[in-house]
C-alpha cells in the first residue's frame, strides 16, 4: 500500500522491448535506501517490481497489461517519474489509500498558474472512472495523492501547491501529456456493497 506522497522524481534510463513487454531502467537514489530483489515501488503510481539494481538504479518488468493501462508506455530515456516505496508500519499515514493499481490514464487538458503561485491543472476523466470521481474526493494522479477541486461529466481538476509542483514530476507536465489515475479504492468498494441493492 503506497500514501501518494511521492519520495523523489527518478529519470527513466531506458526501455527496453521483452516480447511484447519491456524492461524499465530508472535512475534514482532515495528509494534505493533498502531495496532488495522483489521490492515494490511505484512509477507513476504504478506498483512496479525490483528484479535488478546498482548504486544509482533499478530496474523493472512491465507486462503488456501494465503497458496498456497506464503511461509507462510512452516513457523514453530522460523522461522524469513520480517514486514511492509503500508505506512502513510505523510510518506517517500522510496521504490517502493508494494500491498502486492504475484504473487507466488522462490527459492534461489545462494548466493555470495562480496569483499565490500555485497551479490548477484539468484532467481528461475516463468514462469508466466518473462515478468515482466527486469534489473534494480523493485521487491519485501518477502517484500523486491529490484532492478533486471540480469535476464535470468528462474532466475533472485539481489544485497544486508550489511544493508539490516542484517536487514532483507533475512540475514538468504540459498539455497534451498522458498521466495514470487511479480512483479512490473506498469508493470502488462502496460501489460494488450498493449495487445490488440498486438493481
Request: aromatic share 6%; net charge negative; glycine share 12%.
Amino acid at each position: 500500500m503506497f500514501t501518494g506522497l511521492v519520495e523523489e522524481i527518478g529519470t527513466v534510463r531506458s526501455v527496453t522491448p521483452v516480447g511484447d513487454g519491456a524492461r524499465v531502467e530508472i535512475g534514482a537514489a532515495v528509494v534505493l535506501a533498502d531495496v532488495e530483489m522483489g521490492a515494490s515501488i511505484a512509477v507513476n503510481g504504478c506498483c512496479l517490481t525490483v528484479v535488478e539494481w546498482g548504486s544509482d538504479w533499478w530496474a523493472a518488468d512491465a507486462v503488456p497489461e501494465t503497458l496498456d493501462r497506464t503511461n509507462l508506455g510512452s516513457l523514453g530515456p530522460g523522461d522524469p517519474v513520480n517514486l514511492e516505496r509503500p508505506l512502513a508500519a510505523n510510518g506517517r499515514y500522510g496521504g490517502h489509500v493508494v494500491q498502486g493499481h492504475v484504473d487507466g490514464t488522462g490527459e492534461v487538458q489545462h494548466i493555470e498558474q495562480l496569483d499565490d503561485g500555485s497551479y490548477l491543472f484539468t484532467f481528461s476523466l475516463p468514462a469508466e472512472l466518473i462515478s468515482y470521481v466527486v469534489e473534494k474526493g480523493s485521487i491519485a494522479v501518477d502517484g500523486i495523492s491529490l484532492t478533486v477541486a471540480g469535476v464535470t461529466p468528462t474532466s475533472f481538476s485539481i489544485a497544486i501547491i508550489p511544493h508539490t509542483h516542484a517536487v514532483t514530476a507533475m512540475g514538468r507536465r504540459q498539455v497534451g501529456d498522458t498521466v495514470n489515475l487511479e480512483a479512490d479504492v473506498l469508493a470502488k468498494y462502496v460501489e460494488r456493497l450498493v449495487r445490488p441493492s440498486l438493481q
